[in-house]
């Protein structure tokens, strides 16, 4: 069975510092999937990142970024120099490979509300 | 392209009445999902379709039928709806060539 964790339920940093959230993750399977997704106030979903287990470079955005370690089964996500906007709830979500041409759906982990305050 | 949308955006409920959530997609994809989020719980699935014709139960399948329609439209439906079932509903479709999931808006259900 596949799980992910994102042990920090809530961060509260001030604008312009720098903050890291967890995602460890848990599967039998060689090939998976590897999301970041993040849920601002208005409830949708927006994704910001897919990752194959392939694929161990680490990733930048912008002021984001991705460090992918299959070592110790972690998918973290840094924001540089926070701002207020990137207040919002953050999914690690981890999808195993296709079987028979049809995907089983992502497990998600339960999310980390990230507030920057001014 | 609208991509993934879903109506309604909000519903109230009584216990026991039922209702269908629907579900389009206009990107062409095989696979579709419907998941709920409840607080503190990310999302869970519910079910999912990996196409047309086929529907399969995920983790938390309990008290939810689907319908895959047509490849296009994915419906959940509620028989007898309960309380337990106040959440947030997010309908689903997946590009098979990159593993990417595309999300509804939400429906917004309350059961009183």
């Known amino acids: 069975a596949q799980k992910v964790t994102q042990a920090q339920t809530e961060i509260s940093v001030v604008e312009k510092e720098d903050v890291t959230l967890d995602c460890v993750y848990e599967t039998r399977d060689t090939t998976y999937y590897l999301f970041w997704y993040k849920q601002p106030p208005s409830g949708e979903l927006v994704f910001l990142i897919r990752?194959?287990?392939?694929?161990?470079q680490n990733e930048i955005s912008g002021r984001y970024s991705w460090n992918f370690q299959k070592s110790t089964s972690s998918f973290n996500f840094t924001i540089t120099a926070s701002q207020v906007v990137d207040s919002a709830v953050y999914f690690c979500a981890l999808s195993e490979a296709w079987r028979g041409g049809g995907a089983d759906g992502l497990t998600f982990g339960k999310g980390t509300h990230l507030i920057i305050q001014p | 392209n609208a991509g993934v949308t879903q109506t309604p955006k909000f519903q109230v409920l009584k216990t026991g009445q039922s209702m269908t959530l629907q579900c389009a997609q206009d990107?062409?994809?095989?696979?579709m999902y419907w998941y709920r989020q409840d607080p503190g719980m990310g999302l869970r699935l519910i079910y999912y379709?990996?196409?047309?014709?086929?529907?399969d139960k995920g983790e938390v399948p309990n008290g939810y039928n689907v319908s895959r329609l047509n490849k296009r439209e994915f419906s959940l439906r509620l028989e007898s709806a309960a309380p337990s079932q106040t959440s947030v509903y997010f309908c689903a479709s997946i590009s098979q060539g990159n593993n990417e999931q595309f999300f509804g808006p939400g429906t917004r259900l309350t059961v009183l």
């Open positions: 379709s990996a196409s047309e014709g086929t529907t």
């Open positions: 990107m062409n994809h095989n696979s």
């Open positions: 990752r194959n287990s392939f694929d161990e």
